[in-house]
């Protein structure tokens, strides 16, 4: 029986899976300039296949995207809410991973909790993916990638910085730096650092990850400065967080100490004020529009990976 494809986090794949994902994911966004958005890919990866979509966080950008990137494939999707399955009435995850496993063909869960994507996983008999949890947001990623080599070429070689909370978001790029051989420079308070675990396993992997207090001394001589928002859901020490993050502003006078024609990226939703200025995300070099049109393209080619259609 051929292994089950889970997509759940970026350190489980090796760098040349990740560049085949990259890869595709540009050619069938090149492929479809001029087509309207309803219209099918030429190969139809996904003909005949269904997605579950399991959401437990709001979501606008994972949800449209799945859904938008299903349908260009060839496929369906089915949309729920945990709280609207037995999942909210504390069915076991992993009795919906066996009846889901039976009725599509793969399933995405926005989760609360890594821990539930992983157990979701060891049930299923499809392909599942991380369209977020507290430990990562590989999908994101994979579509900021395309969005900065879309700029500025292959990212291998290059430095990253992100500024900011260490938060789910920002290990997905720890995970990704050695298997795509980026170098990538982080500044967050001490006490919303990156996670230990990924950084020691990024060090094993000789990964170039950088932590530092200072975001002036990420950023410098940088090719993309990114962040996110301070304050993600769940978390409960809002007041905490900004009085701890406050200097991690990106603002005018922190782009310019990156590289001249460095970009910007942020994953969205942005409190803008807080982690951004106006003049940063609404300026030449923000990205955040292709970036987040960019999860479509991005999640098309994961799921053809899943499916077996590519690498």
């Known amino acids: 029986m051929t292994q089950v494809r889970h997509f759940l986090d970026l350190w489980r794949l090796d760098g040349a899976e990740l560049r085949v994902i990259l890869d595709d994911a540009r050619a069938r966004k090149k492929a479809r300039l001029g087509w309207p958005k309803g219209k099918p890919d030429a190969d139809r990866p996904a003909d005949g296949r269904t997605l579950a979509m399991i959401f437990e966080k709001h979501s606008t950008r994972t949800r449209f995207s799945f859904d938008a990137a299903m349908r260009q494939l060839g496929g369906d999707v089915i949309i729920s809410n945990a709280s609207e399955m037995q999942l909210g009435r504390g069915e076991p995850i992993e ?47 994979l579509a900021d990638l395309l969005t900065f080599e879309e700029h500025f070429g292959k990212v291998e070689g290059k430095t990253l910085a992100w500024v900011g909370d260490g938060n789910n978001v920002c290990a997905s790029f720890i995970h990704a730096a050695p298997k795509l051989g980026f170098r990538l420079n982080i500044a967050s308070p001490a006490i919303y650092h990156p996670d230990l675990v990924d950084l020691a396993r990024a060090q094993e992997q000789q990964g170039r990850v950088m932590t530092t207090h200072d975001p002036r001394e990420a950023v410098r001589g940088a090719d993309c400065v990114i962040t996110d928002t301070w304050v993600s859901m769940g978390d409960t020490d809002h007041d905490e967080r900004l009085e701890a993050l ?62 077996g259609a590519i690498g």
Request: with cysteine; charged share 25%; net charge negative.
């Open 95 to 141: 009795d919906t991973a066996r009846v889901l496993s039976r009725m599509v063909d793969a399933i995405m869960i926005r989760a609360n909790y890594h821990e539930d994507v992983e157990r979701l996983a060891l049930a299923s008999t499809v392909p599942v993916i991380n369209g977020l949890s507290d430990k990562g947001h590989p999908c994101q990623i």
């Open 246 to 307: 406050e200097p991690y502003q990106v603002d005018e006078k922190l782009m310019a100490l990156a590289n001249p024609n460095a970009g910007f990226l942020h994953c969205l939703p942005a409190h803008r004020g807080e982690e951004v200025t106006d003049e940063v995300i609404d300026g030449p070099r923000s990205l955040i529009w292709d970036e987040a049109e960019n999860r479509i393209h991005a999640q098309k080619s994961i799921l053809a990976w899943c499916f």
